[in-house]
């Protein structure tokens, strides 16, 4: 919660119609103080934007969804930096949001970029609030920090472009996500720039599902002339090679494939899969880095973009 230069525990105590030494105590969270005027008097304080310097509490806002592999590796590293910088967290989702008002919470962090639920969030609590992977700009009071979709895409063309790869096929999930639609835009934007002959977009949702589906295309496309497929979407990416090995297409014989990294499985499963990787720990930095400074008043990015990393493995190799 920050500071306004015009509120004080005066100004909390008179919209409550207290003392300021209870409002005091309630802040600090004394056992002589009620639960209820506790919860009160935050949620005054936290309206008014008053900032309380004691150790700092952060809540994580992550999905509804089972924790998943996404969640572990942005989390591990963003719990690390806080408990080095003495500062302590908690996790929550939609269904215990009534918590925060009753915490002594100074942020918010955002995970939940599927919902955009940021917005909401930046619309209901006075505090600082830092998304990553969230789209910038959709709320004045809401912060972004996100993967650099173009850095990536970048990346991964030219990888193919230098192996002699001249038509490449990308599938991806779907474009309702910031990060999807970043990534299929940042395709086409690069396919009528990279100059190294056709290159061709198609849309395909990727799951246990569709093995039919993701086959036939794949059968069209090397009736074509495609040799290499850009699969985006980290588990996506994963589904792909093991409905094309267990088709018997042969990576990268028949088809040159890259992905977005699943940490910890698209490099143990065969063939290795070349990625580009969302940089988890670059982005927790760079997200507490703006936390810290909307705490100090410092002035802070309105928007942060991440480079990805890049792993070159079996899944590509040069053009025959």
């Known amino acids: 919660m920050r500071k306004k230069s015009d509120r004080s525990i005066a100004d909390i105590a008179a919209a409550l119609g207290i003392s300021a030494s209870t409002v005091s105590r309630a802040l600090r969270q004394l056992p002589s103080i009620s639960g209820k005027t506790t919860r009160m008097v935050l949620a005054e304080a936290q309206r008014q934007g008053y900032f309380i310097h004691e150790r700092k509490n952060v809540v994580i806002v992550r999905s509804d969804a089972p924790m998943g592999w996404y969640d572990a590796s942005i989390l591990n590293p963003l719990c690390t930096r806080m408990s080095r910088d003495n500062i302590t967290w908690e996790i929550v989702n939609s269904q215990n949001f009534s918590l925060i008002p009753e915490r002594l919470v100074h942020g918010i962090i955002s995970l939940d970029f599927r919902d955009r639920r940021s917005l909401n969030l930046a619309h209901n609590f006075n505090l600082p609030l830092v998304a990553i992977n969230e789209a910038p700009c959709i709320s004045e009071k809401a912060y972004a920090v996100h993967s650099d979709a173009v850095h990536g895409m970048t990346m991964a063309m030219n990888h193919l472009k230098n192996l002699g790869h001249k038509k490449v096929l990308f599938l991806y999930q779907n474009s309702e996500t910031f990060c999807s ?45 495609f040799t290499a497929l850009i699969v985006e979407g980290e588990s996506a990416g994963v589904a792909a090679c093991n409905h094309l090995v267990s088709a018997g297409y042969r990576i990268p014989e028949d088809f040159s494939l890259l992905c977005w990294e699943t940490p910890g499985i698209s490099d143990l499963i065969m063939p290795g899969i070349t990625t580009v990787e969302q940089d988890f720990t670059a982005l927790a930095e760079r997200a507490m880095d703006i936390m810290e400074a909307l705490w100090k008043d410092d002035e802070a990015p309105f928007s942060v973009t991440v480079p990805y990393l890049f792993h070159q493995r079996d899944s590509t190799a040069a053009v025959h």
Do not use: M, Y
């Open 181 to 225: 639609c970043a990534r299929l835009n940042a395709f086409r934007s690069i396919s009528r720039t990279i100059g190294s002959g056709v290159w061709q977009a198609e849309a395909l949702r990727i799951n246990k599902d569709t093995a039919e589906g993701l086959l036939a295309r794949v059968a069209a496309a090397k009736d074509g002339g």
